[in-house]
Every structure is written in structure tokens, then in C-alpha cells.
């Protein structure tokens, strides 16, 4: 009788839930350029990020559906993650052995360029430290909350959602 997928019950999802559910980017992909990549499982009735997409690489025929991005259309713009009021868009980018994770950041204070942050997984556990390397702050993004785009180690590329900034006693 319970057909109430786990993640939705749990409240997260896990990558290879998603991955259950969307493609996976390439990783010639994830190197080329940023590529957004929707956390969005629910069926609910809601499509700003297909709406906004510039270049329509957000397949989703009716606001019930799910969001699919078309990972070869899609130019990295950020303007999904900006404006999902479900906070559900991030972009991915893979530079070396670091991933650059984009993601929208509603919490207090929002850092800075080159900050040093917390990097918090699905669930709100920390799991390193990352470096800030772009912020678009809550008044220039177009769903009045901030984004940002924090470099971290590739192995974490699929675990890092949030981040933190550290408060008095936890910089090292
Ligand atoms: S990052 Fe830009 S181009 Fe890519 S899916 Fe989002 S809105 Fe579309
Ligand atoms: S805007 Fe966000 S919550 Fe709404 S359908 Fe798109 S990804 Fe899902």
C-alpha cells in the first residue's frame, strides 16, 4: 500500500536515488563546463525553473512533471538555481580534482569570494571545508535568495548541498 518512494518519506535524497530518476551528467560534461543538475522527486504543480531556462533546456511537458535538463543545451547560466523556490537546482562543475558545486544559500551570513565554509551534505552533517569562488548576492539573484559557488573535493561533488560559515570556535 506504501508507494511513497523512501526519499520522500526520509526528506533528502540520496545520488543514487536521483540517479534513479534523472540521468546523471557525463563526466566529459561535468568538465566541460557548469551543468544543472534538478533535485526535484516531487510531483507537485510548479515550473519557474522551465520557465526562466533562456534556452529551453528544461524539459518538463506539464508543471506536474518532473524537471529534465537537457545537459547538452544547457549553458550554465545559474538562473534555475536562482530562481527554484524549492531550492532544489544546483549546478555542477568538475576542474581538476575539485568539483565547483553552485548552489542557492538562504541561511545567515552569506559569505564571501575566497571564504573559507563548512560543506554540509544532504542531511546537514558537515563533511569539509570548501573555498567560495563566486556569490551572487540575495538582491542581484532573481529568486531574492543568494547564491553560491563553492570549490570542494571531487569525491564530495554529489554529497555537498549546503554550506556553512564558521562561527567563533570553529575556524581552525
Ligand atoms: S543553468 Fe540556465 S541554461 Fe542550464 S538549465 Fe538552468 S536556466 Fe537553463
Ligand atoms: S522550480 Fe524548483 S521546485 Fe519547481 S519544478 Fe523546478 S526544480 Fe522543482
Known amino acids: 500500500m506504501s508507494g511513497i518512494p ?8 540520496t545520488p543514487d536515488e ?4 534523472i540521468p546523471k551528467p557525463s563526466e566529459e560534461r561535468l568538465r566541460r563546463k557548469p551543468v544543472a543538475v534538478p533535485e526535484c522527486p ?6 519557474p525553473c522551465r520557465e526562466i531556462c533562456p534556452v529551453n533546456a528544461i524539459d518538463m511537458p506539464t508543471p506536474n512533471d518532473l524537471p529534465r535538463v537537457n545537459y547538452e543545451e544547457c549553458i550554465g547560466c ?18 581538476g580534482d575539485r568539483a565547483r558545486i553552485t548552489m542557492p544559500h538562504e541561511l545567515l551570513p552569506v559569505p564571501r569570494r575566497g571564504d573559507e565554509v563548512i560543506l554540509l551534505n544532504r542531511v ?3 563533511v569539509g571545508r570548501g573555498k567560495v569562488t563566486l556569490v551572487i548576492p540575495r538582491e542581484k539573484s532573481l529568486g531574492d535568495t543568494a547564491v553560491v559557488t563553492v570549490e570542494v573535493p571531487i569525491e564530495l561533488a554529489w554529497e555537498v548541498r549546503a554550506i556553512k560559515v564558521p562561527g567563533d570556535g570553529e575556524n581552525d
Not at 6 to 13: C, F, R
Not at 18 to 21: D, E, M, T
Not at 42 to 47: G, H, K, L
Request: hydrophobic share 45%; with cysteine.
Open 6 to 13: 523512501g526519499y520522500l518519506k526520509k526528506g533528502y535524497i
Open 18 to 21: 536521483l540517479f534513479g530518476i
Open 78 to 95: 545559474s538562473l534555475c538555481v536562482q530562481i527554484c523556490p524549492g531550492l532544489a537546482f544546483f549546478m555542477v562543475q568538475y576542474v
Open 42 to 47: 516531487q510531483e507537485i504543480p510548479c515550473a
Open 124 to 126: 546537514g552533517e558537515a
